[in-house]
């Protein structure tokens, strides 16, 4: 006798165990509509994740006179780390018939097996009509116009401008690459210093660059004999930078007495033993040279009128257009095409979706 109430309660107990692994629950969101209105059922099926489910297969109505206008998609829904699943899937109902309708369970099958949900019940009302006055009717209204807000049409507006303006930045870059006209660039240059001026500034820059006296005997010599020799080419108008020292001081022998040349050529015979013969000059020395140097130009050189006013000249270079400048061009006009066709688009099916 024990061992079959032991044996009633297990099975009695394995059967509520299997029962609660598949639940089934239908709801409805309105239990009451007018004719023509719609609410939506729910059906919700919760079991194991390891179980294959399969859903009511609904067509066009639940029940004659009840009408399944959309079925919408399942949802799921996973519990205790995939453990579990809920279905739920939706279903959008509508009646023109009034009446009190039953909504049979619906039914679901899970592994073979089949479950239903409880039943629902609907009850559509037809619409009130007056039957005290019904000889009372009422014509169709009046065309009502709405005025037309700026909210309506600020997305219009935008987009013509936009169109406007990328439009013209188009035509302007295809003008632009068509003409292939050369880019004009004016460049002003400031006046030249006088030769004495400029032999006078590149001479006080050797002479601020003590290291080289000392350490390059060589490369002081070298840029003080060049000065020297680019003021006499500016000054006298022969090409001294191209002449040895004998040949400047015959050249400068037709414009000055011999005298006056005397410290000009033992700079440039020492300049001569410096760099081809390895000659070490004094320090005093090359000061003595820089001097000769300094006093030459001041002795020759030719002063300007002070009240002349000298003007920066401009010189007007022509460049042709690269190929970088014509791909930047063809970019540009790519571009700004593009957006004036979108934006003319966008305008044009404002105004239809406005007054058509």
Not at 295 to 318: G, H, Q, R, S, Y
Not at 332 to 352: D, Q
Request: aromatic fraction near 8%.
């Amino acid at each position: 006798m024990l061992g079959s109430l032991c044996f009633a309660a297990f099975a009695l107990f394995g059967s509520q165990a299997s029962a609660q692994q598949v639940t089934v629950r239908a709801s409805i969101d309105s239990l009451q509509l007018l004719v023509g209105e719609q609410t939506k059922v729910h059906l919700e099926v919760s079991m194991d994740a390891d179980k294959k489910l399969r859903l009511p297969v609904i067509k066009d109505t639940l029940v004659r006179g009840v009408e399944v206008l959309d079925i919408a998609k399942p949802d799921t829904q996973k519990l205790n780390d995939d453990k579990r699943w809920v279905i739920t899937q939706e279903y959008t109902i509508t009646s023109f018939d009034s009446a009190l309708y039953y909504l049979p369970p619906l039914e679901v099958m899970v592994d073979d097996e089949k479950y239903r949900s409880e039943s629902l019940a609907l009850k559509v009302y037809s619409i009130p009509v007056d039957t005290l006055h019904p000889d009372q009717f009422f014509g169709p209204k009046t065309v009502v116009e709405v005025p037309i807000q700026w909210e309506d049409i600020d997305t219009m507006v935008y987009a013509f401008i936009l169109m406007l303006l990328f439009g013209s930045a188009c035509v302007f870059f295809i003008i632009r690459y068509r003409d292939n006209k050369p880019i004009i660039k004016i460049i002003k240059i400031e006046p030249k210093l006088p030769p004495h001026q400029e032999a006078m500034k590149h001479i006080e820059e050797i002479k601020a660059n003590k290291n080289v006296q000392r350490e390059d005997p060589k490369q002081y010599y070298t840029e003080l004999t060049d000065v020297i020799r680019t003021y006499i080419m500016e000054r006298f108008g022969f090409n001294a930078m191209e002449m040895t020292s004998s040949e400047i001081i015959e050249n400068l022998l037709q414009v000055r007495d011999k005298e006056s040349l005397k410290d000009l050529k033992y700079l440039f015979e020492t300049a001569d033993l410096v760099k081809f013969a390895k000659h070490a000059p004094m320090m005093n020395e090359n000061d003595m040279n820089l001097v000769n140097a300094v006093d030459f130009i001041n002795e020759t050189k030719l002063e300007e009128d002070p009240n002349a006013k000298k003007e920066p000249t401009e010189i007007k270079v022509e460049e042709k257009r690269s190929k970088q400048g014509r791909i930047a061009l063809m970019c540009s006009i790519g571009l700004t095409g593009v957006i004036a066709v979108v934006a003319l688009y966008v305008g044009v099916k404002c105004i239809i979706d406005l007054f058509f």
